[in-house]
């Protein structure tokens, strides 16, 4: 049964890198014991074939490029089980080199040209909301939208 859950676990990790939790939680959904999810999730950590800090930053690595903001980004590490304090480290280390400003700004921009036969007032207020849709923080969509004037 043992040999059936870790062969279970990297069939999993065969797609893409898991966190500790969501690799408990696919083996508890196959109905696996909670002494069979423990030792497999236990050889998975010691192999290093699962690490959340590693996880944590690979995803939001990927994640970033999309772009999506902070926000998004820690609400998904949440969905995913991974613990606060590594969601807060590796977030800090992703905010040295992420300007969100600049990204907000370009991707407002580019929305707004694309919305040019709408009144501007509802052009900004649809990006506004497509904005925080992507996680980026309300003060510094309003900061961008403030700045750029809609083209008509």
């Known amino acids: 049964m043992l040999q059936k859950a870790r062969g279970y676990a990297f069939l999993l990790l065969k797609f893409r890198q898991r966190s500790e939790n969501e690799i408990r939680q696919r083996l508890k959904k196959k109905k696996f014991n909670s002494e069979i999810i423990e030792s497999t999730v236990s050889f998975l ?3 290093g074939f699962i690490d959340d800090n590693y996880f944590a930053k690979t995803w939001i690595e ?5 772009p999506l903001g902070i926000r998004r980004l820690k609400a998904e590490l949440s969905i995913k089980g991974i613990n606060k304090e590594i969601i807060d480290t590796q977030i800090n280390e992703i905010k040295k080199s992420y ?3 600049d990204i907000v700004g370009g991707i407002a921009r ?3 040209n694309k919305l040019k036969g709408i009144d501007p ?3 900004k207020q649809r990006v506004y909301a497509y904005l925080l849709r992507r996680g980026f923080s309300p003060q510094v969509v309003i900061g961008c939208l403030n ?3 809609p083209v008509s």
Not at 62 to 66: A, D, L, Q, V
């Open 45 to 47: 950590k010691d192999k």
């Open 62 to 66: 990927s994640r970033i490029k999309k």
């Open 99 to 101: 300007a969100e400003e």
């Open 110 to 112: 580019d929305r707004l």
């Open 121 to 123: 007032q509802k052009a």
């Open 147 to 149: 700045q750029i004037q």
